[in-house]
């Protein structure tokens, strides 16, 4: 007699799928707005710890910085008038606690009395006055002024600016289609 053999049926554990396949990590993490936004700020503070790491100015008193000024140590000066700080480089061989650049802070009314001292001493190079502008995303976000009844209009317009701002870093996060629906 012949048996017939029915075949044996084989059961597979199935393996669980991961919520985050191990290779795609990656880059699903830079497709989110908020990596951007981090990478964006990372780079600008280092990219500002940078530039301004050569000309480094030690701060000291205000009044030291007009004892220099009277003495005639002073080789070039610089007011910057939104910061209120008076900047100086000293001539060779002067130094104020050890520095030849040297900037220290005053208050509005001291500018005149400043003016006034570096016109009666000046320096062998020309003293200036800057007046730094603002930066032009600053303005427009500023450009409201402080929010007044409706706030959230201010808060929409500032989300947009990000957004914007985001889309200009990462395009291929504005390229996708939304998946919110409005009703």
């Given at each position: 007699?012949?048996?017939?053999?029915?075949?044996?049926?084989?059961?597979?554990?199935?393996?669980?799928?991961?919520?985050?396949?191990?290779?795609?990590?990656?880059?699903?993490?830079?497709?989110?707005?908020?990596?951007?936004?981090?990478?964006?700020?990372?780079?600008?503070?280092?990219?500002?710890?940078?530039?301004?790491?050569?000309?480094?100015?030690?701060?000291?008193?205000?009044?030291?910085?007009?004892?220099?000024?009277?003495?005639?140590?002073?080789?070039?000066?610089?007011?910057?008038?939104?910061?209120?700080?008076?900047?100086?480089?000293?001539?060779?061989?002067?130094?104020?606690?050890?520095?030849?650049?040297?900037?220290?802070?005053?208050?509005?009314?001291?500018?005149?009395?400043?003016?006034?001292?570096?016109?009666?001493?000046?320096?062998?190079?020309?003293?200036?006055?800057?007046?730094?502008?603002?930066?032009?995303?600053?303005?427009?976000?500023?450009?409201?002024?402080?929010?007044?009844?409706?706030?959230?209009?201010?808060?929409?317009?500032?989300?947009?600016g990000l957004t914007s701002a985001l889309c200009i870093l990462n395009p291929e996060a504005c390229s996708r289609p939304s998946t919110v629906r409005m009703i």
């Amino acid at each position: 007699m012949a048996e017939s053999k029915k075949p044996e049926k084989k059961f597979q554990i199935k393996r669980p799928k991961l919520p985050i396949k191990p290779g795609k990590t990656p880059q699903r993490l830079t497709r989110r707005p908020l990596f951007w936004i981090l990478v964006a700020i990372v780079l600008v503070t280092f990219v500002g710890q940078i530039s301004s790491g050569g000309n480094q100015f030690t701060k000291v008193e205000t009044s030291q910085v007009m004892g220099a000024i009277t003495r005639g140590d002073v080789e070039a000066a610089t007011i910057v008038d939104r910061a209120q700080i008076i900047r100086i480089v000293l001539k060779p061989g002067s130094a104020i606690d050890g520095a030849t650049k040297v900037e220290a802070s005053y208050v509005s009314g001291q500018e005149p009395i400043l003016i006034d001292l570096l016109s009666a001493t000046p320096p062998p190079k020309e003293w200036n006055v800057e007046v730094p502008k603002t930066n032009i995303f600053v303005s427009i976000l500023f450009k409201q002024g402080a929010p007044k009844k409706d706030g959230a209009s201010t808060v929409i317009s500032l989300i947009l600016g990000l957004t914007s701002a985001l889309c200009i870093l990462n395009p291929e996060a504005c390229s996708r289609p939304s998946t919110v629906r409005m009703i």
